[in-house]
């Protein structure tokens, strides 16, 4: 499954240390979101962000899921 973009984010604030990394990927036609989030060195949940043909949804779905973090002080490691 190619991996179009991707990217890995982290928090820490005070004893607050967490992580959030989405990828978009195609596969036959199928473009789809994911991210995996959660304390860093912990078990990660993952959540499908998007999943279908319309590529520029996925894109838009992407970059929704990676500003709402970067507004919250999320940083790119």
Same mark, same amino acid.
């Given at each position: 499954m190619p991996v179009l973009d991707s990217? &890995? $984010?982290? *928090?820490? !604030? =005070?004893t /607050?240390?967490? %992580?959030? &990394? %989405? /990828? $978009? +990927? !195609? !596969?036959? =036609?199928? *473009? +789809?979101v994911v991210a995996f989030w959660g304390k860093r060195g912990a078990k990660l949940t993952m959540t499908e962000k998007y999943s279908g043909s319309d590529k520029s949804a996925a894109v838009a779905a992407y970059g929704g899921a990676v500003g709402e973090k970067t507004k919250k002080g999320y940083q790119s490691v």
């Open positions: 990217v &890995n $984010l982290a *928090f820490q !604030e =005070g /607050s240390d967490k %992580v959030y &990394n %989405v /990828s $978009l +990927t !195609e !596969e036959g =036609g199928v *473009f +789809t």
